[in-house]
């Protein structure tokens, strides 16, 4: 200042300006109340990469923040600058000529507000900041690229006050990158390297950088494809997000002329499609438009086909598939009330159909009409949201009994013929997932499995939710995870139950001991595994929120070769199966419908 003292951050000061020549002067300005920001703003990268990259896709291998550490009110920055290196599996720089056989694009995207906070995802996540393809790489001799913004003064480059803006740095592959002799490559960022400016100003900024980050090698693999002659993923958008299980018709019945999907959206869209995919055969629309999140039942019924659903609206419908066409089954929807949410998934049992919903309740209603079930009971010990799909049993002789979690961390079994409940289990965690019910077959132990938020996997006898099966002992996730999977039950050389947690971690654990000693083997992930894994064929496949869809060996836990396979959004339904024509159909978040071969 004026006196020779440092200015001091957070003070205010007054400006004065003198403009003398030799022979004039201006008017002396000046200026009060200026703020001095002395703030360094931080910058720290974290290693994103996937160990496998798909051919053709664009996946984020570096994960930026950049804190703008001013006041709230003061000024905004931008992001200029960042330089990477791109490297060989030994740490060895690539050339501008190697980079471009494996690499069609590099790009630098923001994290949108919409979607998975922090998770790229590349339907989502679309401003993109910075890019350079292939044509004009120029790398050194160290590997280096530098990306400039190419709107610095943009929205997407831009970090307000007081708040910190996340960013991906994303390649996309080429369609023959597997194919090259460098198909495996690494990233090294350091973040002390990126260049920041003031918005007002673009005044260059002082930086303070975490620790630089190399990203473990990312192999290109060409990945498990639809079937030969279909025309798969259909794309809706991403307003159309799938974000539970795509019901399933096979035809068995033979009322229709093929295999049927239906893709529930968020937009409040149900899309019907036939093996071939392609434009859908009928879309219908819910009114008012709702999304929906919870899971179709699909079922042949007096000579028709007719899909069961729900959406966050709190309505539920009754359509029937009329081949060419779609049509409302009943007179009209049946609305359960304003302000109610059900994510339950519709399940079937003979003539009635039963959900849970946000308004603490369970639900049995009558498939002909709509109308509740005649005796049903609201029982009060269900005093808290039902998220997932309830578990019946009215086929076991004397059972006739009801399965499901509430979100106050309990398990409870209710009457099917009346909704009284007659038994429950406090677990330690919140209750996403649904009940797994081993009952029905020859070789059925009667167990009931579950999960729960506090990171362990339940089995209960189902006739009393307190007594555990013999040999029992409930399985804690390891490091401790929560769970919002539903367990899958399979008869392998023995029973074994899959299920995966918030870290990525997919187990394999002995259905018939549980802990300490079922532990068969544990696949690590890249990405919240939220759906219920389902084994076919001596493999296991599930998606997760990182957009990818994995199969796993059933029997030794080892990733299948041309797996797993990135779509362009979260999953967090679960696949289904088509067993006659070997496919893998699933839906995700970018709003797209996808079927994968899965081969015999």
Known sequence: DQDGHYLVSDASYTLVLNSDGASASAPQLTRTGLLYDASVHAASAADTSPSMMNEGSVDDLVKIQISNNSPAGFNSIEFTTVTIRLLNANLEPLTSEQAGKIIERISIFRDSASGIAGTYE??????????????????????????????????AASIAAYSTGTYFVTVEISTYGASQSTNTFRVELDPAGIVLRDGPGDQVQEISGAAAVTTASSTIITPAQPPAGTDWPYDAGPEAGVETVVGIYENYGGILTTVTYYSPGIDGAIRAFNFTGGAPKWTFNTAPASPIRSAPWVEEEGGGVYIYFATDGGDLYKIRDNGGYVSEAWPSKRSIGAGVQIRSGVVQSGNKLYFGASDSKIYCINKAD????????????????????IAIDEWTPGVNSGWVGLENWKMVQFRSTDGVVTSEYPTG????????????????????????????????????????????????????SPIYSTPWIASLDKKYAFFGDDSGALYKVDASSGAPDGLIWKFQARGSIRSMPVVYGGYAYFGTLEGYIY?????????????????????????????????LVIGASDGKTYMISIGP
């Open 429 to 480: 965690g919140v209750i996403d997932s649904s009940p797994y019910f081993d009952s029905g077959w020859g070789g059925a132990n009667n167990n009931l499995y579950f999960t729960s938020r506090d990171g362990k996997l339940y089995a209960r006898t189902s006739s009393n939710l307190t007594t555990l099966p013999a040999n029992w002992g409930d399985f804690t996730t390891s490091p401790l």
């Open 370 to 389: 709509g109308a509740n079930c005649a005796g049903w009971t609201f029982d009060a010990a269900i005093n808290s949201p039902v998220v997932g799909t």
């Open 551 to 583: 199969a796993v060996d059933a029997n030794t836990g080892a990733l299948r070769d041309e797996w797993p396979v990135a779509v362009g959004g979260a999953v967090k339904g679960s696949p289904v199966l088509d067993t006659d024509n070997n496919t």
């Open 122 to 155: 590349s339907a989502i996540d679309a401003d993109e900041v910075a890019y350079l393809d292939k044509a004009v790489f120029a790398l050194d001799g160290q590997g280096s690229q530098a990306l400039a913004a190419a709107a610095p003064d943009g929205a």
